[in-house]
């Protein structure tokens, strides 16, 4: 499964968010949001550091087995020994996913807020809503293939 589309669209996304939150006045609006936006920053922060050990741990693996070289950046293709940690990590992956749609839904409603005035809480809710989608989504659909895959080839040691 190719994710380099959702990858590139992912980055433009997390771009724009960076900047409405950096516009977003020191309001009411702002204050209720704050403490989640931050745990959300420290949870993200944990996950990205779990990925970074899974996949330097994979690429480790791959170099000591002489299938890759020593100035490889990123594993291309996935072999069965990976399935062990990447269960490990799918949880992490999806409770960050699912908090982006928790954050989403808190912004939606507090564009409701009698002082909601600022444009940025309902851009951020937007932000928040399609880094959900595209996350998740695309997070089953590598799943899928890969389990897909991983039939495959069990069928043709049979």
Request: glycine letters at 6%; charged letters at 10%.
């Given at each position: 499964c190719r994710i380099k589309g959702w990858w590139v669209m992912h980055h433009y996304v997390s771009a724009f968010l960076s900047g409405v939150m950096l516009t977003w006045p020191d309001s009411k609006m702002y204050q209720i949001f704050r403490n989640q936006f931050l745990s959300?920053?420290?949870?993200?922060?944990?996950?990205?550091?779990?990925?970074?050990?899974?996949?330097?741990?994979?690429?480790?693996?791959?170099?000591?087995?002489?299938?890759?070289?020593?100035?490889?950046?990123?594993?291309?293709?996935?072999?069965?020994?990976?399935?062990?940690?990447?269960?490990?990590?799918?949880?992490?992956?999806?409770?960050?996913?699912?908090?982006?749609?928790?954050?989403?839904?808190?912004?939606?409603?507090?564009?409701?807020?009698?002082?909601?005035?600022?444009?940025?809480?309902?851009?951020?809710?937007?932000?928040f809503l399609v880094l959900f989608l595209g996350n998740f989504l695309t997070t089953v659909r590598v799943i899928y293939q890969k389990q897909k895959q991983r039939e495959k080839n069990v069928n043709k040691q049979l």
């Open positions: 959300f920053s420290m949870y993200q922060s944990f996950v990205q550091f779990l990925q970074y050990y899974y996949q330097s741990g994979c690429l480790y693996r791959l170099r000591a087995l002489g299938e890759r070289h020593n100035m490889d950046l990123t594993v291309e293709g996935f072999q069965s020994w990976m399935w062990r940690g990447l269960t490990f990590l799918l949880p992490f992956l999806f409770f960050g996913h699912f908090w982006q749609f928790y954050n989403a839904i808190t912004l939606f409603r507090l564009t409701n807020h009698p002082d909601c005035k600022e444009w940025q809480v309902s851009m951020c809710g937007l932000a």
